[in-house]
């Protein structure tokens, strides 16, 4: 697969991208130990993994936002994989957190729109992954909701509606989908090690997640090739006949 094409000084070359969409647990992916540095760090020399995660957004917000970050037309908007990790705050209780909270109906048809869009501008199902909402530690997450003030505004029962709903969403679509919540708790499990606050992710949980959306990406990117030679393959005497050509890989 040639991705650079171009004589002379050589045309630019054209990096595959994958697009992290989603709220806190997808901006926080790439600190230390994070899944989203993993998955960079896996893909170097292949792709760009580009953090587009928004701490506290809800799917509402996610459709509405959507569009100004893919486009049709641009080849660089065209990315090879792209997840959609919402639920964490579209599932806050109403009552208590009537701002992030999403109806399950409404969370239900903004991924359906998301996935929608995507396929309008030519990103197919097939590069999509749907990623449901961890669960919920109520304890742990009930003592940083008293620190800010306020009552336990998540629990973990409606925490899974949304992940069932998530899921129900993947299988309509035909799109891929990692089942945290439900993997976290396998065979009743304490997830709670998973978990840094209650909600977000510890450095145990960004590893559960990396390795079982890895083997979901690493299908969708298999066939890319290692962009610009390997040291060694390098020309030693005219080394912008490696470089500059058509081989790239």
């Known amino acids: 697969m040639a991705l650079c094409e171009g004589l002379g000084c050589g045309s630019s070359l054209l ?7 989603g709220d806190s647990i997808t901006q926080f992916s790439f600190q230390p130990e ?20 928004f701490s506290g957004y809800n799917t509402r917000w ?8 893919i486009r049709k037309g641009n080849a660089l908007d065209s990315p090879v994989a792209v997840t959609i990790f919402f639920g ?19 969370y239900v048809a903004n991924l359906r729109s998301m996935v929608q869009y995507l396929r309008s501008v030519d990103v197919p199902e097939g590069r999509i992954v749907l990623i449901t909402p961890p669960p919920l530690c109520e304890a742990a997450w009930e003592k940083e909701c008293l620190v800010q003030g306020c009552k336990l505004n998540r629990l973990n029962v409606v925490v899974g509606e949304y992940a069932s709903a998530c899921l129900q969403v993947a299988q309509d679509c035909g799109t891929d989908v990692l089942d945290l919540w439900t993997l976290m708790q396998k065979d009743g499990q304490d997830f709670a090690p998973y978990l840094s606050d209650g909600l977000h992710l510890s450095p145990q949980g960004n590893a559960f997640l990396f390795s079982h959306l890895w083997p979901l990406i690493e299908k969708k990117v298999s066939s890319l090739p290692l962009l610009l030679p390997y040291w060694r393959d ?13 081989g790239d890989h």
């Open 15 to 21: 990096w595959p991208r994958v697009l992290l969409f």
């Open 34 to 53: 994070g899944w989203g540095a993993s998955l960079a760090d896996k893909l170097v020399r292949k792709c760009d993994v580009l953090n587009r995660g």
């Open 234 to 246: 390098v020309a030693e005497a005219r080394p912008e006949l490696s470089l500059l050509g058509d």
């Open 88 to 106: 964490a705050n579209d599932s806050a209780l109403k009552e208590e957190n009537p701002k992030q909270h999403i109806p399950l109906d409404e």
């Open 62 to 69: 996610a459709k509405i936002i959507l569009p100004r970050l």
